[in-house]
């Protein structure tokens, strides 16, 4: 079955300008949480969904939100973007029952 | 709060070698899963072995295994007859059963390089 899709790859976006990244997990997985890599701060959790509903949200500002969709898809948005924002943003999706998380190969975003 | 610790920033094997990546972690909770996770430069995070907290069984999958150690809050990694597509970044991970909180808390990470 297919994996967790991360649309786009690669992303250069401006400073003050927001970004849309979107994840779609695997079929029939309905939790889906987000992580920003970088080389200073490592992985940081950013949030989780599951069937439409924010569950838990990590350290980050208001800038950064999310949504899920009835079909598991989910989307985050970071507004007036700023240098640090540049990352890696890897999405991850469980199934019920399952304890183990499925990434997908990430988003880069580049702020300049 | 839980964290990941690996002391181990970069670490090198011959081929064919056996190599042991460490992680310790601090918790107060009983039930809890521990994981590895390998980065290739490839960048999709791909889970390797994973471990229950109330199981006293080290797990293993093929050449890999674990030495999951509880009471001293101890998981490493052991990659046996090592290949060249096992370099990469290993993250070791844990999460909290139940509760509000599923997110993953992430160590910083070990190189590992693989020498032909």
């Known amino acids: 079955k297919a994996g967790v899709t991360q649309t786009p790859r690669y992303l250069i976006k401006t400073r003050g300008q927001q970004v849309t990244l979107s994840c779609s997990p695997i079929?029939?997985?309905?939790?889906v949480s987000w992580y920003q890599q970088t080389p200073g701060q490592g992985l940081q959790f950013l949030f989780e969904?599951?069937?439409?509903?924010?569950?838990n949200k990590g350290n980050f500002p208001g800038r950064f939100s999310g949504r899920q969709f009835s079909n598991s898809r989910s989307e985050m948005n970071v507004s007036t973007l700023e240098l640090g924002d540049s990352a890696l943003y890897l999405c991850?999706?469980?199934?019920?029952?399952?304890?183990?998380?499925?990434f997908g190969s990430g988003t880069r975003l580049t702020v300049v | 709060a839980q964290t990941v610790t690996q002391s181990q920033p970069e670490m090198s094997v011959q081929e064919a070698e056996t190599v042991t990546l460490s992680c310790t972690y601090d918790?107060?909770?009983?039930?809890?899963?521990l994981f590895w996770y390998k980065q290739p430069p490839s960048r999709q995070m791909i889970l390797v072995i994973r471990?229950?907290?109330?199981?006293?069984q080290n797990a293993t999958e093929n050449r890999f295994s674990v030495n999951f150690q509880k009471a001293a809050k101890s998981f490493s990694l052991k990659i046996s007859d090592s290949q060249l597509g096992d370099a990469a970044m290993y993250f070791c991970?844990?999460?909290?059963?139940?509760?509000?909180?599923?997110?993953?808390?992430f160590g910083t990470g070990t190189l590992l390089a693989v020498q032909p």
């Open positions: 991850a999706s469980r199934g019920t029952g399952d304890y183990g998380y499925t």
């Open positions: 969904y599951f069937s439409e509903t924010q569950r």
């Open positions: 079929s029939g997985h309905r939790s």
């Open positions: 918790t107060s909770e009983s039930d809890y899963y």
């Open positions: 471990q229950e907290a109330y199981k006293q």
């Open positions: 991970a844990y999460r909290r059963e139940g509760g509000a909180t599923n997110k993953l808390i």
